[in-house]
C-alpha cells in the first residue's frame, strides 16, 4: 500500500521560511518523479514543484521561482519542498504526489500517488 505523508506545515509571518516534507512508503522511491502541489479555499489545486527521480532536473510554478526549492532524499524515501521569503498568497494545503512519468510533471492527472496534505498558512 503506498503512502506519501506530508509534514512541516504550520503559521509563519510573511517573509519567513518552511520546510515541508513528504515521506513515502510502499513504493520503489527512487524510481518515482515526485511533485508538490498546493490548494488555496476555492481556488484549484496548482502545481508548485517537480523533480525527477535522479533529482537532475527540477521544475517550479513561475509564482515561487526563486524562493522554493524542491530536493529529495532517496536513502530516505523523502521529498522536500524549502520554502523561503513566504508570502500571504502562499497560503494553502500543501500536497505532495508521485509518478512514474515526468512529461507533464506540471499536471494533476500526471500523478498516479498523492498525499493527505499539510497546511501552510502565512500571515501578513
Known amino acids: 500500500q503506498v503512502q506519501l505523508v506530508e509534514s512541516g506545515g504550520g503559521l509563519v509571518q510573511a517573509g519567513g521560511s518552511l520546510r515541508l516534507s513528504c515521506a513515502a512508503s510502499?513504493?520503489?522511491?527512487?524510481?518515482?518523479?515526485m511533485g508538490w502541489f498546493r490548494q488555496a479555499p476555492g481556488k484549484e489545486r496548482e502545481f508548485v514543484a517537480a523533480i525527477t527521480w535522479s533529482a537532475g532536473i527540477t521544475h517550479y510554478a513561475d509564482s515561487v521561482k526563486g524562493r522554493f526549492t524542491i530536493s529529495r532524499d532517496n536513502a530516505k524515501n523523502t521529498v522536500y519542498l524549502q520554502m523561503n521569503s513566504l508570502k500571504p498568497e502562499d497560503t494553502a494545503v500543501y500536497y505532495c504526489?508521485?509518478?512514474?512519468?515526468?512529461?507533464?510533471?506540471?499536471?494533476?492527472?500526471?500523478?498516479?500517488?498523492w498525499g493527505q496534505g499539510t497546511q501552510v498558512t502565512v500571515s501578513s
Open positions: 510502499g513504493l520503489t522511491f527512487s524510481m518515482y518523479n
Open positions: 504526489a508521485g509518478t512514474r512519468r515526468y512529461t507533464g510533471a506540471t499536471l494533476r492527472s500526471s500523478y498516479d500517488y
